[in-house]
Nanobody, 117 residues
Framework: QVHLVESGGGLVQPGGSLRLSCAAS????????TGWFRQAPGKEREAIAC????????WYEDSVKGRFAISRDNAKNTAYLQMNNLKSEDTALYYC??????????WGQGTQVTVSS
């Protein structure tokens, strides 16, 4: 079976950091595009960072550029999202997927990130 499992979320103060993990099983993660998404209460799910399988190009949504970094460890079949200088507006449920478009690919169950003092 094909699965993605996110972990690493939690409560962090503004300005803090978290690293989210996305562990894949049943398939080889780097054979596919990897996308990180988030959905805040009352808002639509949005893509925030992707690494494309065909050439390794990395894309970031403007609000996270310079603060978040997407990476993959092929040996561990795991993707990561390093999040620095977190802001209250980053509070959301974070998902990883095997695509960079909402509703496409395989998705994990999400991990909650709450940024609050």
């Amino acid at each position: 079976q094909v699965h993605l499992v996110e972990s690493g979320g939690g409560l962090v103060q503004p300005g803090g950091s978290l690293r989210l993990s996305c562990a894949a099983s049943g398939f080889t993660l780097h054979d596919y595009t990897t996308g990180w998404f988030r959905q805040a209460p009352g808002k639509e799910r949005e893509a925030i960072a992707c690494v494309f399988s065909y050439d390794g190009t990395i894309w970031y949504e403007d609000s996270v550029k310079g603060r978040f970094a997407i990476s993959r460890d092929n040996a561990k079949n795991t993707a990561y999202l390093q999040m620095n200088n977190l802001k209250s507006e980053d509070t959301a449920l974070y998902y990883c997927a095997t695509d960079c478009e909402v509703g496409r690919g395989t998705w994990g169950q999400g991990t909650q990130v709450t940024v609050s003092s």
